[in-house]
Structure formats: structure tokens, C-alpha cells
């Protein structure tokens, strides 16, 4: 990118990246990484002046919501680049499904504590999980699935 302020030239060069190699395990990698317990139990003391444990309480916290973005990081690797992975890699494809799944529930397990803004969740259900109405203004239907048993 360039950048000019009054007759001075200050352009910077972009410096190419080096593109990051795919390798399968990355695959466990990700599903590791996305399956850290959405909370974690932590407790509260208090303490006597003398510096004795006057109790312990449990406080619930939440774990850091996992992202693509950071697992990229982690490997190295940009969120195009896992996204050009998936479509190579099958198994990379089927690993990222089911980082999906687990994503989506440590949101809605941090959500329904309120640990989360809720701005933040409802901007983060609608656009990165697909959440809310439909471009026509109109909200999704129930999906509902009957069995019929003779």
C-alpha cells in the first residue's frame, strides 16, 4: 500500500508471505484446538487480614470462543488459505464442518451464561453462523419432520 503526504514519497513495500503447506494433521490440530471446554469451573477466595482463607466460592468463566481466524494463526496459515484447503482436502473439509459444530455450541453455551455482549453474539449468530431472518425480511420457517408409524 502506498501512502503520500505533501511531495513526500513514503511508500512502504508489501512484503510477500510465504504461503503456508497443508498438512493433514492440522486436521486433528483443528478439532483440538475447537473442542476446549466452552467453560471452566475457577474459584473466588477471600481472605483474613492475617492472610487465611476467610471462603472459596465457584465462578463459572468462559473460554476464549474459538475462531478460524486464530487456529489460522496458529498453523501459520491465513483464513483464505484454510478455506482453499478445504476445497482440496476432503478430510480437511469434513474437520472444518465439524470445528463449525463445535464453534456454534460454545457460542450458544458462553451466549445463554451471558458471557458474551450480546451485540457481539447476536452480530456473531447472524454472520458467522447464519442465524436470523431471511434477506426477504422474513424469518426462517420451523423445520419439522414427522414419522409416520403404521
Request: with cysteine.
Amino acid at each position: 500500500m502506498c501512502c503520500y503526504h505533501k511531495g513526500v514519497d513514503n511508500r512502504q513495500e508489501v512484503k510477500k508471505t510465504k504461503k503456508a503447506v497443508y498438512k493433514r494433521a492440522y486436521c486433528q490440530k483443528m478439532l483440538d484446538y475447537f473442542s476446549a471446554p466452552p467453560q471452566r469451573m475457577e474459584k473466588k477466595m477471600t481472605y483474613y487480614p492475617d492472610g487465611s482463607v476467610k471462603s472459596e466460592e465457584p465462578v463459572l468463566l468462559s473460554a476464549p470462543l474459538p475462531t478460524f481466524q486464530a487456529f489460522a494463526q496458529s498453523v501459520g496459515a491465513s483464513v483464505a488459505e484454510l478455506n482453499a484447503w478445504r476445497s482440496e482436502h476432503p478430510e480437511f473439509d469434513a474437520a472444518c464442518q465439524r470445528a463449525q459444530q463445535m464453534q456454534e455450541n460454545a457460542w450458544i453455551v458462553g451466549s445463554l451464561a451471558g458471557h458474551y455482549n450480546s451485540s457481539f453474539a447476536q452480530f456473531f449468530g447472524k454472520t458467522v453462523l447464519g442465524y436470523g431472518e431471511r434477506e426477504d425480511g422474513e424469518k426462517e420457517p420451523p423445520v419439522i419432520t414427522v414419522r409416520v408409524v403404521d
